[in-house]
C-alpha cells in the first residue's frame, strides 16, 4: 500500500577513492573504500518525481529505478549528502544508491545490489558502494564482482589537493597503454590488499594501496604524493590510497592514531598551503535505511 504520509530515509556511504585500481587480465576494476561521509536520501509519496536541481543523475536514477520496478507511482526525493563534489569520492554513487534503495523501498517493492549497480552503470562508470563490506568491482562495465571481506578497523585522513574532475569525461579515455604497463604490479596490489582484508592485517592493506596510488601517477597525477606518504609513514602511517579519477590522497593510519592535528600541521608546513581535510574511518559499503 502507498501510504500518502510514508517517509523513507537510506543512507550510503562515500569513499576515499579507491585501495586499488587498473586492469588485470584485460579487465578494468576497482577496490572499493567506503568512509563514514555518507548521502542520505528521503522520499516521499508525489504527484510526480520531484528531485534536487543540481541531482540530475539522481533523477536519472528514479526513473530507471521505476521502470525497472514496472511502477507509475512517483517520489519527491531530498538529498543531504556529506561526501563532497567532484572530488573522486564517490558522491554520485552514493546519491544514486541511496535513491534507488528509498524509492524501491517507499513502493514496498525488492531491488538487489547487482540491480542497483546496472542501474548505476547506466547512468555514468560507478563506484560499487552499494555492495557490503569491501568489494572488488568492475566499474565501466561491471563484468566482475569479488566480495573480499568486511572493512578492517583502519582511521583514514583525506587530503583534498583542490583538484575537481569530471569523471564522466575523465572515464572517456580508456588509458590502455597505461593500464597495461602496470597490470603486473597492480596485480601485486590487489593480492597484498586482498590478503590483508583477509587477515585483517593493515599493513598489507597500506602497502598494497600505495603501490596502485603510486602507479596513478601515469593516469591522473597528483601533485606532492611523494611527500605526503613520506610525512604519514614517518608518524606511523601504513601507506596512502588516491581517487584514482578524483583529486584527494588518503592517509591510511591505524585505528589507534591520536596525532591527527599534528600530522595535519606537519602537511601544511612542508606544502606551505592550507589544506581541506577530512577525517574519516574506513567501513563496509552497502546502504542502510535510517527511517
Partial sequence: MYELNKKITVRTP????????????????HITCPVNLFSYVSVKPSKKIETPSIKWKSRKAV??????????????????????????????TADITATCLATAKLL???????????????????????FKGITLFDHREGKIKEYLGSAPKMKI?????????????????????????????????FELIKTGIR????????EGATI??????????????EKILDIGLKLGAVGVNV????????????????????????????????FKFYETE??????????
Avoid at 583542490?162 to 597492480?186: M, P, R
Avoid at 581517487?243 to 608546513?269: P, R, T
Wanted: overall charge positive; glycine content about 10%.
Fill in 108 to 130: 514496498q517493492k525488492k531491488i538487489s545490489n547487482d540491480d542497483i549497480s546496472r542501474i548505476a552503470l547506466s547512468i555514468e562508470p560507478t563506484d560499487g558502494t552499494m
Fill in 63 to 92: 526513473e530507471k529505478t521505476l521502470k525497472f520496478l514496472g511502477e507509475s507511482r512517483t517520489p519527491k526525493i531530498q538529498i543531504h549528502s556529506e561526501v563532497p563534489i567532484g572530488k573522486g569520492m564517490a558522491s554520485s
Fill in 282 to 291: 574506513l567501513i563496509n559499503g552497502g546502504g542502510q535505511i535510517v527511517n
Fill in 14 to 29: 562515500g569513499t576515499c577513492g579507491e585501495l586499488a585500481q587498473g586492469m588485470i587480465d584485460g579487465n578494468y576494476f
Fill in 212 to 225: 596502485s596510488a603510486i602507479l596513478n601517477q601515469k593516469i591522473l597525477y597528483k601533485p606532492g604524493l
Fill in 199 to 206: 587477515q585483517n592485517d593493515i599493513y598489507m592493506i597500506g
Fill in 157 to 189: 585522513l583525506v587530503v583534498d589537493l583542490g583538484i575537481c574532475v569530471d569523471t564522466i569525461e575523465f572515464n572517456k579515455n580508456d588509458f590502455l597503454y597505461e593500464h597495461l604497463s602496470n597490470q603486473k604490479k597492480i596485480k601485486k596490489a
Fill in 243 to 274: 581517487a584514482h579519477s578524483g583529486g584527494v590522497v588518503g592517509i591510511l593510519l591505524n585505528y589507534e592514531f591520536s596525532d591527527m592535528e599534528f600530522l595535519k600541521i606537519k602537511l601544511q608546513e612542508k606544502f606551505k598551503k592550507r
